[in-house]
């Protein structure tokens, strides 16, 4: 990490990427090695809100452009999340007021500096109406558009990586994945699911928008961010809503549920440490309304690009896929919870099929 993370200065100079235990070098050109990291600023003033990336280098590189240096407004409040496609991710350096979960027993793909802080303060700024929070709208099913705490799109361990993307070279090397960076060729390199999977393609499959701010880094560009689709699910998800459970695999301790590892994730997503955190409910609930929207809308979702063609085939198989994968890893049947009527046909490991019901 960076010196001042949540300064100006800090958001632009590059995160390294570094192997761990005498593992060998990671590479952040690598999709199952990259990190992300995202940021979101509240103006205390004003209640206006915006996004910053951060980019991740790998260890000894340079960026392939340097990251623009954001202007942020006076006492402005910032949080920074991390999101992983491998397994654990570790912060080290100036991670003081990080949260990476408990000692000695990391989340996992997730972590956050100044979370709490940035939710306490955008919660009080929109009770005050200084900032607004835009409804969810109407699905092109006719239900309300999902949010990260729909259990029709919530895995085993929701919210746990970013909508963030960036830009990489032929030769490794990265880059903010801004409008002023696409004439250095390369490929767009993104987080795998969570929030990524809902604003790049579940909602656009729907016909829904999710809330967007301005991007710092990319001249004011609208764009998403997990701050953001935090604040609308908290505003506006129905009943029932998902919030991380006991048994997700990032709040366990070894084998056992950690309340302390639980009330540390869900203040870094802004969640109540407070609320119901029993398993078996949340595996009824993932039964009860996932199939269902499947259902409604696999003509729609059969239609929509994967998020992971090698995985899935299309964004309905990625779904029903996901759907299985998140009972199986929470444990649900050991909860008394029966399957979800969904089987998903397989090529290798790709699914090509599924059917609902």
């Known amino acids: 990490m960076p010196p001042a993370p949540l300064s100006a200065a800090g958001l632009a100079t590059p995160y390294r990427l570094q ?34 990336h951060p980019l991740v280098v790998d260890d000894g590189s340079r960026p392939a452009a340097a990251p623009v240096t954001p202007h942020l407004p006076a006492g402005a409040v910032v949080g920074v999340w991390f999101g992983f496609n491998g ?7 100036d991670d003081a007021g990080c949260v990476n979960g408990t000692p000695g027993s990391p989340f996992g793909q997730f972590a956050d500096c100044g979370a709490a802080r940035f939710f306490a303060a955008a919660n009080a ?16 099913d006719g239900r309300p558009c999902p949010t990260t705490r729909d259990f029709a799109v919530v895995d085993q361990d929701q919210s746990d990586n970013l909508a963030t993307s960036y830009r990489v070279l032929d030769d490794g090397r990265t880059a903010q994945d801004a409008v002023a960076n696409r004439g250095l060729g ?8 969570d929030n990524g999977l809902l604003d790049a393609f579940v909602d656009p499959a729907l016909g829904c928008h999710p809330m967007t701010a301005p991007d710092l880094g990319d001249d004011g560009r609208a764009v998403p961010s997990l701050a953001l689709n935090e604040l609308q699910a908290a505003a506006h998800q129905g009943d029932p809503v998902a919030v991380v459970p006991a048994n997700d695999p990032m709040v366990l301790a070894g084998d056992a549920p950690s309340r302390a590892k639980l ?21 009824r609930s993932l039964v009860s309304v996932a199939p269902g929207r499947l259902a409604a809308d696999r003509a ?24 299985q994968t998140s009972f199986q890893n929470l444990h649900c049947a050991d909860l008394g919870v029966g399957k979800p009527p969904v089987t998903v046909q397989q090529d290798g490991d790709r699914a090509v099929a599924a059917t609902v019901g």
Request: with cysteine; net charge negative; proline share 6%.
């Open 186 to 193: 390369g490929t767009v390199l993104t987080n795998a699911s």
């Open 300 to 323: 729609r979702f059969s239609a929509a690009p994967s998020p992971d063609p090698a995985a899935a085939n299309s964004l309905f198989t990625f779904l029903a896929q996901r759907l």
């Open 125 to 140: 700024s929109v009770a005050a109406g200084r900032t607004t929070v835009p409804g969810l709208g109407t699905a092109a």
């Open 263 to 283: 009330t540390l994730y869900r203040l870094g997503v802004d969640q109540s440490p407070a609320a119901p955190s029993d398993g078996a409910a949340y595996c």
């Open 19 to 52: 192997g761990s235990d005498g593992k060998g070098a990671c590479h952040e050109a690598d999709t199952a090695q990259a990190a992300f990291v995202e940021a979101t600023v509240l103006d205390p003033a004003t209640g206006a809100l915006s996004v910053y």
């Open 87 to 93: 397994t654990t991710l570790t912060l080290g350096g």
